[in-house]
């Protein structure tokens, strides 16, 4: 029932923008802290930003501060994340999450877009 399903990402140079899409159902979207994660191949996943239930408040990981910008439609329930500048160290995957949302123990996830940026 739980569901995140990402999709916006490709291939692109070094320089140029996407802009990624999470769309979420079978939970409350609005009243869940949101997050982007990403993941490279033979890395671990890390946080790349996050926004409160309001949007009130965004954080961002240092390596994509400036460029990236998280934001989220909650009528709509999806999450954005827009990326400018993209630099090919921004390869990965990227997943959306809800950190707050554990059910029987288990973090829900999506399938993930892939983003490759080339130089």
């Known amino acids: 029932q739980v569901q995140l399903v990402e999709s916006g990402g490709g291939l692109v140079q070094a320089g140029e923008s996407l802009r990624l899409s999470c769309a979420g159902s079978g939970f409350i979207f609005k009243s869940y802290v949101m997050a982007w994660y990403r993941q490279a191949p033979g890395k671990e996943r890390e946080l790349v930003a996050d926004?409160?239930?309001?949007?009130?408040?965004?954080n961002y990981a240092d390596f994509v501060k400036g460029r990236f910008t998280v934001s989220r439609d909650n009528a709509k329930s999806t999450l954005y994340l827009q990326m400018n500048s993209l630099e090919p160290e921004d390869t990965a995957v990227y997943y959306c999450n809800a950190p707050g949302y554990v059910i029987g123990g288990y973090q829900y996830w999506g399938q993930g877009t892939q983003v490759t940026v080339s130089s």
């Open positions: 926004i409160t239930p309001v949007g009130a408040t965004k």
